[in-house]
């Protein structure tokens, strides 16, 4: 049982002359602008406060391959509920995680712990900004700094590579196709509780679906160090300005 909460929570980143910076900033800025537009645009996307989703899919746990289906509600920037359910040796087993901004706790069978290990609500903290941020706006604003990481392939796909950067939190990177200028993909180093240790984790969105005037993933897969983790199918999106306080309650 331990290992499955520990599971739930790896699931729930020289100036060279002022012209330089500035001219690429700018032109990093450029990406981010025609990005938003590709995903919907900034009022579409801000559509997004609160949202809620339903997946399927399969994750690895001690090198098995374990079903899942499950839901998850996000209120930005900082609220998320994750429900899930995992066929493991032909029990069912269900995993509800939830952080509420503040408090996180892990019910699994209907135990709830509260976790408190200050490096897990940090790695919480961390990845929840590249989700918090959604509309991509955020980005282009203080206090956070972006710098160019070049062009690159991404599942065979031109891309071009952001870091982003803010003081007191992780740095991550984005990765957008050059033909389409959607996210192809997030990296950033993440602490696995499963394991009590770093890795670089990626997540690849392999495709994205229409929803209230803007693209959302479809098809999600995250890696760790390089080995598949989690392969999903996100099969349902609704959209709010405001989910109830309630969802993010202790479990």
Known sequence: MTRIRAFAL???VVA????FVQAQEADLKAVLKKSIEAHGGEANLAK???TTSKFKGNIEIQNMKVDLTGETAFQRPDKVRNAMALTINNMNIEVITVYDGKKMWVSTQGQTKEIDDEKILKEVKDSLQVEGAGSLSDFLKAPYELNSLGETKVKGKDAI???VSKKGQRDFS???????NLIVKTEMRSFNAMSGQEVTQEKFILSYQDKDGAKVGKHVEIVNDGKLFMDIEITEVNASEKIDDSVFAKP
Do not use: E, N
């Open 16 to 19: 060279i002359g002022t012209f």
């Open 10 to 12: 790896a699931v729930t």
């Open 161 to 163: 590579g952001i870091r």
């Open 48 to 50: 997004f406060k609160g």
């Open 174 to 180: 984005m990765f957008f196709d050059k033909k389409t």
